[in-house]
């Protein structure tokens, strides 16, 4: 059992790496508006950069990863701390209460936005016309949108009650065995490959060997699969975070560069994918290489965060506690904001730029005006303590 000062430590460090990943999803959501790739939302702008292409490839290959390693960790967490039934209602209320109270309103702001956003690209100007706007393969009518990671994981903690309730009347071999088999992959250097196969058993079945999440109210298994190996990776982690952390604390460097290798590796592959090559091993290549990226990153991040970000600091704490109200309403911001900047004389570089910028600021603003200090910041990010006379919350996710 660690000793509080480090149990909290740990907890700072892990709660704003979880903000970081969320405040990249500005970043992520700018760049889509200027892909040269295949186009995987129904709006672009014509103005289009490989730069775009590059920050979304690179950026999904860790980002929604190391936020559902830190979900299964505080999962774990409170576990711990307040027991099974009691961790299972803070999620339904950090979760799926959200989900419930913000995806109607979010839908139909966003179907708004994108419906003047293709009008302006297809005519000329703003307007609304339902049938303007491209349907893309497979993609549900009602989706989930970005709001995907609430809902998956609300279903992510209801099955964790319940292997909770089963365990114990499971034989004590099989109770320990995945556990087991996490912590024994996590030590060794070549784990991530280990971890990283059944990821691109299913990342190939996809069209370019990356999952792409379908937003379903159904979720495929793949993406349960999928999601819920880091999940659970993280839950298994918090059991021994005092030794692997210090592992990934202390590797950080290492497990950068050879992300960065095999993100490169996979980049390459993926190429190859987009000009039209095709086959078994490519496909399977391309998926363990951009996998393999996943998991390096992932525990460089950690280790990172652990080295930089492992304290309680003014501006970190206001964006980790703003960073839940923004990513729900960020996607207002870059498609809007797209949409204003569409047709302007201006490299799609700095569109981009723009475009994160407006967000962040209209964000932050709303955050502070609507959100901070009311019920609607209470419930995202629970309710304000005082640890050691200073303001604070339970970082628990």
């Known amino acids: ?70 979900a299964g960790y505080f999962v774990a967490l409170l576990v ?7 961790m299972l209602g803070h999620r339904l209320r950090r979760l799926a209460l959200p989900f419930v109270l913000f995806w109607p309103v979010i839908f139909v702001a966003t179907a708004l936005l994108v419906m003047l956003y293709v009008h302006r690209a297809e005519l000329g100007h703003f307007g609304l016309q339902p049938d303007l706007v491209p349907v893309l393969p497979d993609a549900p009518r009602i989706a989930t949108m970005h709001m995907w990671f609430l809902y998956q994981l609300s279903g992510l903690a209801l099955l964790t009650f319940a292997l909770l309730w089963l365990a114990p009347r499971l034989p004590a071999a099989l109770r320990t065995l995945t556990p087991g088999l996490f912590h024994w992959l996590a030590e060794r250097p070549w784990g991530f490959a280990v971890l990283a196969l059944p990821l691109a058993l299913i990342g190939m079945q996809y069209p370019h060997a990356v999952l792409v999440v379908n937003g379903s109210f159904v979720p495929p298994l ?79 991040l950690i280790g990172l965060a652990l080295r930089y970000l492992n304290r309680q600091h003014a501006v970190l704490r206001y964006l980790a506690d703003s960073s839940y109200w923004v990513y729900l309403v960020h996607m207002l911001g870059t498609i809007g904001f797209g949409a204003l900047l569409y047709g302007a004389p201006l490299p799609a570089e700095l569109k981009i730029l723009l475009n994160i910028i407006a967000t962040t600021l209209v964000g932050l603003a709303s955050y502070q005006l609507l959100v901070r200090n009311t019920r609607i910041g209470q419930l995202l990010n629970g309710k304000r303590i005082a640890p050691a006379g200073k303001a604070g919350h339970l970082s628990a996710g």
Request: aromatic residues 14%; hydrophobic residues 50%.
């Open 1 to 70: 059992m660690q000793a509080p000062s480090a149990i909290q430590h740990r907890e700072h460090a892990m709660d704003n790496l979880r903000a970081l990943m969320m405040w990249l999803g500005i970043v992520l959501h700018s760049a889509i508006n200027h892909m040269t790739g295949p186009q995987i939302v129904p709006w672009r702008d014509a103005a289009t950069t490989q730069l775009a292409d590059l920050l979304v490839v690179v950026i999904h290959s860790f980002r929604m990863p190391v936020f559902l390693i830190i």
């Open 222 to 300: 793949a993406e349960w699969l999928y999601h819920g190996l880091f999940y659970a990776f993280g839950y298994c982690l918090y059991q021994q975070r005092q030794r692997l952390l210090a592992g990934y604390k202390r590797l950080a460097g290492y497990y950068f560069w050879g992300g960065l290798l095999s993100c490169l590796l996979a980049l390459l592959l993926l190429d190859q994918l987009l000009r039209g090559a095709s086959g078994f091993a490519l496909q399977l290549l391309t998926a363990f290489s951009y996998n393999a990226t996943t998991w390096l990153w992932s525990f460089a």
């Open 80 to 86: 711990e701390r307040r027991g099974a039934r009691q």
